[in-house]
């Protein structure tokens, strides 16, 4: 996962030279499809095949529209508290061709049994691997927190938090320490349709927040869902749309996952 | 004003030290076998609003997956071996469970 560039941006886009890295660096970025929060819950055994993808909107000039990224993915879980995955990342800036922009290793460590404590802790430690040979590679760590809880007209609910922290590593490396926050609250309807809001927070680094406005924040509505195949499997979905509500951000985006588990 | 970049993790420590507080209520413990690829008992009555350790054994030679999906759990159990799953509090309802392997393999979780 890379932190989002263009809150930065404003920062340092004083010279010609800060403009061209600030352009190579954004041009190598974010990965919107990393909107996706992630469960501290690890099924041991259990293979997975993982596909998330994101689409912007804005202004045709403003430089944020149509930025796609896509993400495919591996996933095993060995032991019963650790899962790992590897993962390609691909995204096609505003105007610009599909590229490969990173491999990510994913590791989630689950801190304990689903249920046994207030809150079921998890936490998660990646490791990107630049595609492209002017970006840094990048780590990115934190912990992920889940909770049922009562919820209203006879449905739980299930709330999810993830709060990372990335370092960009090697010759390309900036000194900043990233934060991205994102929130999950779903109602447990039904198994196959799970209508919840999701939130978004990403600060390029944590030693100079900046103003709320220069950095990414964005809201909207989702649902997911799983069909149970038995004894074939899994299949999950996500599809959400977020608004952006700083100016740092694009006006929308759209942003989905498809999963499919399976045990050999 | 700049701030230190170890505040930020102060915060992530303190939330897993958050997710480590006992639940509170105490648990009760119960039990289910997995034996000749059927739930034993076929229904299992667990106590409305209580919190469950329940232990999922499995008799049999194969491995199985316990599974009950609006509960959001399931559990791999290895053949000759056992596994826990947490459970609630629940509500009083009727709860469908699966053997995920081998998915003919069903039973209930009756919680009044």
């Given at each position: 996962m890379t932190r989002r560039l263009d809150t930065a941006g404003m920062r340092h886009a004083r010279s010609l030279p800060a403009i061209l890295a600030l352009a190579l660096a954004a041009y190598a970025?974010?990965?919107?499809?990393?909107?996706q929060v992630r469960s501290p819950i690890v099924e041991y055994g259990e293979w997975e095949l993982e596909h998330n993808g994101a689409i912007t909107f804005d202004?045709?000039?403003?430089?944020?529209?149509?930025?796609q990224s896509y993400t495919f993915s591996l996933g095993y879980a060995p032991f019963e508290w650790w899962r790992i995955e590897l993962e390609g990342e691909t995204e096609a800036p505003p105007g610009g061709n599909l590229q490969y922009t990173a491999t990510t290793m994913e590791n989630m460590f689950e801190l304990a049994p689903q249920g046994k404590y207030w809150l079921d802790p998890g936490f998660f430690v990646e490791y990107s691997l630049a595609g492209q040979h002017h970006s840094p590679n990048e780590i990115t760590f934190g912990p992920v927190l889940q909770k049922e809880a009562p919820g209203f007209g006879g449905a739980g609910t299930l709330h999810t938090l993830n709060l990372f922290f990335s370092k960009e590593l090697g010759p390309?490396?900036?000194d900043e320490t990233g934060l991205s926050f994102a929130w999950q609250s779903r109602l447990l309807l039904n198994p196959y349709f799970e209508p919840g809001i999701e939130y978004y927070a990403d600060i390029s680094d944590i030693g100079a927040f900046g103003k709320p406005a220069d950095q990414g924040h964005r809201v909207g509505p989702m649902f997911a869902g799983a069909w149970n195949l038995a004894p074939y499997g899994t299949v999950k979905y996500e599809l959400g749309y977020l608004f952006g509500?700083?100016?740092?951000?694009?006006?929308g985006a759209v942003r989905w996952k498809v999963e499919y588990e399976m045990h050999f | 004003m700049r701030r230190r970049p170890t505040s930020g993790l102060g915060l992530g420590a303190l939330l897993l030290l958050l997710a480590?507080?006992?639940?509170?209520a105490q648990d009760r413990e119960a039990s289910l076998t997995f034996r000749n690829h059927a739930f034993d008992p076929p229904e299992l009555s667990l106590p409305a609003g209580a919190r469950i350790k329940l232990t999922v054994k499995n008799a049999d030679a194969t491995p199985a997956e316990f599974e009950c999906t609006e509960l959001r759990r399931e559990k791999v159990v290895p053949a000759k071996g056992q596994g826990i799953v947490y459970l609630g509090p629940l509500k009083a309802g009727s709860y469908e469970c699966f053997?995920?392997?081998?998915?003919?393999t069903r039973g209930k979780i009756i919680v009044k």
């Open positions: 970025a974010p990965a919107h499809a990393d909107f202004k045709s000039k403003s430089g944020r529209n149509n930025d390309n490396r900036g509500i700083t100016r740092a951000t694009e006006s | 480590t507080l006992p639940a509170a053997d995920d392997f081998h998915p003919e």
